[in-house]
């Protein structure tokens, strides 16, 4: 070994570009942005349409539109720099914005995913609270001490295993998402024939002329819940886009996608988007609707847990429990990530424990979920501007003649054209949005183009023009020492042997069966009920054969997953 790949050994994988030999198949991208984007919180998002008065057209264009610019947005902007670079975002920033930005950009993201945590254990909780029978917690704040004492022991096993047990969980998650878009297309198959009969008088679905009746009069009425009209078509598509303005347009995504082959992969976010983000969603709303109907309250008054259960049974309180925990381990642990580089003496277990005490704190207050939308949507325009920032020096700045990298070549440590560019972008988003000129779902656009303004002209004066031929001569050499280091790597690495064993074979295909079992009762539900009492024959049936399903799904596709990993490891 050169003394150039010894030195490479002792530098962070994380600080390095990712080995070719690394890299991902599409296979891998379509699960897991299915399984990231399927979430407990389909069901707060589902029911805030229809809280916000959307209409059932609205509904199925707006989303259908929104996702797909949300996908869009992934694979034009994100990707492109991910592949082209395979570095994280955090990376990249360091090598143009130095360590002041970096440090304030970490800041940024414990308070995102440290809220977002939050909520997912909120969520959580709240199917805890529904089998527990405590009251539902409609307030921003606690008003049952035995709810606080829910959220707190979900809280702890939350914390601890995003402290110690990530790895297991993020492959536990990776099992979730088939399962998960079963489930989320069971719910409203079952309860349609709830809402059928309340609407039309029958309970049996016969066109698609009924199907939209029915819509239009029980769940998306384009009526908010004061009985005003509601958000129109254009608020849907700018809802459904700035959803994910975090990971696309604010490019913290590029983590995930450095490991693609090819930039069209981006397309991949479309299993989470057009399923996660549109099926799940009109579902979540069909599910809240008929959920209203049967226990006679308002959508508003209704949580995940009572949704969730109320349209499938014990395995809607899975649902809630488990994709809240996996969707809130990931986000803690990205929460301890950045504040670890912060705090670079301390381990990164110490600093998710200090995060994880305060997302606790912040959990027992169930505004976190309740306005978890837009508290995403304001996260996102919180960093939009560091995305314009990054997008401007690897797009722009080669086709306007600008040097990439010129704050790495004038070996700066505080780049003042980055740290001002993203303080004036806030300012200007913040603005638009106080004085109300526009949807606060659009903002990020504005303050993305103004924030690209900006920088180019703060960087021209500040360095960017200039050029550093011995530097990128540096560069480029480094880059060649880092692909010698990995073909290195990639030649003293045995191929990993798929399984094929037929035991594990076997456990798969008990899987899939169960799902499979799952799906043809909640069809038998919707379709084979001629009357109110055969439906609700049915629906027991559903309940509770398909809780049976579930056991044996996860059992079954864990074994098998856990089997794979040994053998591939041996």
């Known amino acids: 070994m050169s ?50 008065g959307a209409t059932m057209t609205d509904i199925l264009l707006g989303l259908l539109i929104g996702n797909i610019l949300a996908v869009l947005s ?25 360590d002041s930005m970096t440090r304030l950009y970490n800041w940024a993201n414990v308070i995102i995913f440290t809220v977002i945590s939050a909520a997912m254990i909120t969520v959580s909780a709240t199917a805890v609270r529904f089998a527990l029978n405590i009251p539902a917690q409609l307030n921003w704040y606690p008003t049952n001490p035995w709810f606080v004492l829910v959220v707190l022991a979900v809280g702890i096993i939350v914390v601890l295993v995003a402290m110690y047990g990530f790895n297991a969980v993020s492959r536990f998650s990776g099992i979730c998402a088939p399962w998960l878009f079963v489930m989320f297309i069971s719910g409203p198959l079952v309860l349609m024939p709830e809402l059928a009969n309340a609407v039309i008088g029958q309970t049996v ?87 209203a109907v049967l226990v006679k309250k308002s959508i508003t008054e209704l949580d995940p847990g009572d949704v969730a259960f109320h349209a499938l049974g014990l395995s809607g309180l899975v649902i809630v429990i488990v994709a809240g925990w996996t969707t809130a381990n990931a986000n803690l642990y990205r929460a301890g990530l950045a504040a670890q580089a912060i705090f670079s003496n301390q381990s990164r277990n110490k600093t998710t424990f200090l995060v994880g005490i305060v997302t606790v704190i912040i959990a027992c207050f169930p505004f976190v979920f309740t306005k978890l939308l837009p508290l995403l949507t304001y996260a996102g325009l919180l960093v939009v501007p560091v995305g314009a920032i990054v997008f401007t020096e690897h797009f722009l700045f080669p086709k306007l003649g600008l040097t990439r990298y010129w704050a790495t070549h004038k070996q700066l440590k505080h780049s003042s054209p980055a740290v001002m560019s993203w303080g004036l972008g806030l300012a200007f988003g913040f603005t638009l949005n106080a004085m109300d000129v526009m949807s606060f779902y659009y903002l990020f656009l504005p303050t993305w183009i103004f924030t690209i303004v900006v920088y180019t002209q703060l960087a021209k004066r500040h360095g960017a023009a200039e050029s550093y031929p011995e530097e990128e001569a540096k560069l480029a050499a480094y880059d060649e020492k ?23 074979k076997a456990l798969t295909a008990m899987a899939w069966l169960s799902l499979g079992v799952t799906v043809i009762l909640a069809v038998n539900t919707m379709f084979f009920s001629s009357d109110i009492n055969e439906y609700h024959a049915n629906r027991s049936v559903f309940f509770n054969f398909g809780f049976a399903c579930t056991v044996i799904y996860f059992a079954s596709a864990y074994w098998a997953m856990h089997r794979k990993k040994q053998f591939v490891s041996a």
């Open 74 to 98: 992934w694979t034009l902007i994100t990707t492109p720099i991910a592949v082209e670079t395979r570095l994280s975002l955090y990376t990249y920033l360091q090598k143009i914005a130095g």
């Open 205 to 291: 679905v016969s066109s698609w002329g009924d199907f939209m009746h029915i819509g239009s009069v029980s769940v998306w009425t384009g009526l908010d819940a004061n009985g005003e009209p509601g958000i129109g078509l254009i608020e849907v598509i700018g809802f459904s886009w700035a959803a994910n303005t975090i990971t696309h347009f604010g490019l913290i995504d590029m983590a995930l996608l450095r490991y693609a082959k090819k930039k069209s992969y981006g397309l991949c976010t479309s299993a989470g988007m057009l399923f996660g983000h549109y099926i799940a969603w009109i579902s979540a709303g069909i599910m809240g609707a008929g959920t």
């Open 482 to 504: 880092v692909d010698a280091f990995h073909a290195e790597q990639a030649a003293n690495e045995a191929p990993a042997e798929d399984d094929l064993r037929g035991f594990t």
């Open 3 to 52: 003394n150039d790949q010894v030195e490479l050994k002792h530098v962070e994988e994380e600080q390095l570009p990712v080995a070719r030999h690394k890299l991902k198949g599409w296979k891998h991208f379509l699960g897991l942005y299915a399984g990231e984007h399927v979430a407990a919180t389909e069901f707060v998002f589902g029911a805030t349409f229809v809280a916000l």
